[in-house]
Nanobody
Framework: QVQLVESGGGLVQAGGSLRLSCAAS????????MGWFRQAPGKEREFVAL???????HYADSVKGRFTISRDNAKNTVYLQMNTLKPEDTAVYSC???????????????WGQGTQVTVSS
């Protein structure tokens, strides 16, 4: 029902910044909570941030103060601005869409293919 395509990943030095984008299509974007998870090699997928349809925002403690999630409903796009990147931020970042915060935090819903973020020390 919903298709998600991430972009903006790449290689950056520690302390640098990247801006990820997730473009959604297939169903009205506005009704969904949108979020980001990440998964490093050999590790479980980790919640990063979400923004609900009403504007409620959650961040993982590990990214608070460094990452900013936002959405542009007119463009059907959610963004993740990542500043002060650390090597431990290296992971595949995936966009997700869901109708509730609870199900999103549980990893239920629609998923994009992911975009690689690599932070060098």
């Amino acid at each position: 029902q919903v298709q998600l395509v991430e972009s903006g990943g790449g290689l950056v030095q520690a302390g640098g910044s990247l801006r990820l984008s997730c473009a959604a299509s297939g169903r009205t974007f506005d009704v969904f909570a949108m979020g980001w998870f990440r998964q490093a090699p050999g590790k479980e997928r980790e919640f990063v941030a979400l923004i609900s349809s009403g504007g409620t925002i959650h961040y993982a403690d590990s990214v608070k103060g460094r990452f900013t999630i936002s959405r542009d409903n007119a463009k059907n796009t959610v963004y993740l601005q990542m500043n002060t990147l650390k090597p431990e931020d290296t992971a595949v970042y995936s966009c997700t869409a869901d109708r509730t915060i609870a199900t999103m935090r549980a990893g239920v819903g629609y998923w994009g293919q992911g975009t690689q973020v690599t932070v060098s020390s």
